[in-house]
């Protein structure tokens, strides 16, 4: 028997029990012979910690078979809990007396746990305690399938400048915000439908049984339930506010996958058009948000890579004091347009961020690198853009192994440059990328550094080689005192790191003369070179 039994007699005393319940209990049934149950058994309410009821004395009370309903959390006397079922029927004698009791006790632990994962994490983002995205398609699917005629609508909000909290405050102050967003719109939904998180602040409302009036009316609901208070944080108070998208769910609403873009593209065509509104969905419209906004850029960014049309260009970083690399220079990506007209990576690559696109292109990118890398001998070394999405893709890491070993470059030859807003956010993922490629050999830039607010404090945790100045900075530092105070501050603290320091963005000679001469250790920009094709 895999259960736990005790048999008590009618007065709920020990009289006898197996082995795995001598194991549940943590005592043997020689010193519990006789003792009663209640006082050697304790167990409370899983949830609530109260204790229970004993379910022995109940079913003795009762004469009739007895289950615990509660979840049940069993003390053991060494401090050890166990998650039990129980139940408990009588024993009567031949004369029909009563004559005692069986307990039957299952030890649901190790089960529960997985259940546990599985049916609440499996489905729930921890944070917020709402639906997760996969979840919301599954149950999109599942009233699409049960017959989409019926109507119902989806909605999707965007929080207009939530970057702005979590740079300004920190990451602390976003989760709160995004927990007290999510019980808003919890508490705004009802029992009219469900509430999921789609994004990092991004929220879906399935309402199935909406019409499309109501379904309107709804996403206006919702967004002044998300905009009606202010968010506040120490001395910072913010006003929320939501950009909305709608979808009707007629017959022709199409698969969940669609049905959701459409949702993000309306909500998308909401914040172009001024944030903080409303905007309904209709078929006419997906043209519109392919035109202007960013979802062309998906097709696009899949069209360039069956057809080739990505390729690589490369920046001189020149050393200056202090600067040991010879050959060293700034791997960038660009997109050939269909008319041969060169596309910069600013324009797709926050697409191609937003709809995880770029572990694809990075991976791209230190492939040819590397492929380039190995056909020109030794001597060079090269710098590469990596995304946040990336670095926390687990794969990327093993691609990024693989290929150094299959171009049998020496790894340190290659540098990776991140931004801190990504290494921030990725912080534990961004820390195992950095360490298994450093123990390679290859080294890594924190590129655009300063341009983010949460800069010197993640410095010292981030185990980096180069600091790179932000051009924004270094552009004009001849004409600004402050610039060039904050850049020779920059410096002074990379040097105290043992790190070298990069001024990227230089545009003149008197720019480079002023670095130089505060012994910044290498320049990049268009007056050292232009990026030219690698
Ligand atoms: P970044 O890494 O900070 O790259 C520097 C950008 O500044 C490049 O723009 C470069 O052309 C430009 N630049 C260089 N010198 C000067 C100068 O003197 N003045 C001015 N005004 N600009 C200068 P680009 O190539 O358009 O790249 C923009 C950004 O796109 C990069 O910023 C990087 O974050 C991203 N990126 C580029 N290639 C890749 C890539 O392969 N993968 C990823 N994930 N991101 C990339
Ligand atoms: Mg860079
Ligand atoms: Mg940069």
Request: contains cysteine; hydrophobic residues 45%; negative net charge.
């Amino acid at each position: 028997i895999g259960d736990g039994v005790v048999r008590v007699d009618a007065l709920g005393r020990v009289e006898s029990m197996n082995p795995v319940a001598e194991r549940l209990l943590g005592r043997r049934v020689e010193e519990v012979a006789g003792v009663t149950l209640d006082e050697v058994y304790r167990r409370v309410d899983e949830t609530t910690a109260k204790p229970l009821a004993s379910l022995v004395s109940l079913c003795l009370a009762q004469r009739r078979r007895v289950e615990s309903t509660e979840r049940c959390l069993l003390l053991r006397g060494d401090g050890e809990e166990r998650v039990v079922q129980e139940s408990a029927a009588p024993v009567f004698d031949r004369d029909g007396a009563l004559a005692g009791a069986v307990l039957v006790v299952r030890d649901v632990t190790r089960l529960t746990g997985m259940e546990r994962e599985v049916s609440y994490f499996a489905t729930h983002d921890p944070l917020t305690g709402l639906l997760h995205r996969r979840e919301l398609e599954r149950r999109l699917a599942r009233h699409l399938a049960a017959g989409g005629g019926r109507g119902g609508a989806l909605v999707h909000l965007d929080l207009d400048e939530f970057r702005v909290v979590n740079d300004l405050c920190g990451h602390n102050a976003g989760d709160e915000l995004l927990r007290e967003v999510a019980e808003r719109l919890f508490e705004a939904v009802g029992d009219a439908g469900v509430v999921a998180r789609m994004g990092a602040d991004e929220f879906g409302v399935l309402l199935p049984r909406a019409s499309a009036a109501e379904g309107r009316r709804r996403a206006e609901e919702l967004r002044l339930a998300v905009g009606g208070r202010r968010f506040l944080w120490r001395e910072h108070s913010f006003d929320v506010r939501a950009s909305v998208g709608v979808v009707t769910l007629g017959a022709s609403a199409g698969e969940p996958p669609q049905v959701i873009t459409a949702a993000e593209a309306a909500c998308l065509a909401a914040k172009e058009r001024g944030r903080d509104r409303v905007h309904e969905y209709r078929p006419h419209d997906r043209e519109l948000a392919q035109r202007h906004g960013e979802m062309q850029w998906i097709h696009r960014i899949h069209r360039a890579f069956d057809e080739d049309r990505f390729c690589l260009h490369r920046q001189p970083i020149r050393p200056l004091a202090g600067g040991v690399e010879e050959n060293f220079s700034e791997v960038l990506i660009r997109m050939r347009d269909n008319d041969g007209r060169l596309v910069a990576p600013g324009a797709f690559i926050p697409a191609a961020e937003r709809y995880h696109l770029i572990p694809q292109i990075d991976r791209w990118v230190v492939r040819t690198a590397l492929a380039g890398l190995a056909a020109e001998g030794d001597g060079a070394c090269l710098a590469l853009n990596v995304s946040g999405l990336s670095l926390s893709d687990e794969r990327f890491l093993d691609d990024v192994l693989a290929a150094i070993e299959t171009s049998g470059v020496d790894p340190r030859r290659l540098c990776f440059e991140i931004t801190e807003t990504a290494a921030v956010a990725h912080l534990a993922r961004a820390h195992r990328f950095m360490a298994v490629l450093r123990a390679q050999g290859c080294r890594f830039v924190l590129d655009d550094f300063g341009s983010g607010l949460s800069s010197f404090a993640y410095l010292k945790n981030l185990p980096v080689d180069f600091l790179k100045i932000s051009g924004q900075f270094v552009r004009g530092i001849e004409e600004n005192e402050l610039q060039l105070a904050l850049v020779r501050s920059i410096h002074q603290i990379g040097e105290l790191m043992r790190m070298g320091t990069i001024a990227e963005g230089v545009e003149t000679a008197s720019a480079l003369d002023a670095l130089h001469e505060m012994g910044v250790h290498y320049a990049q920009g268009f007056w050292i070179g232009r990026p030219e094709p690698m």
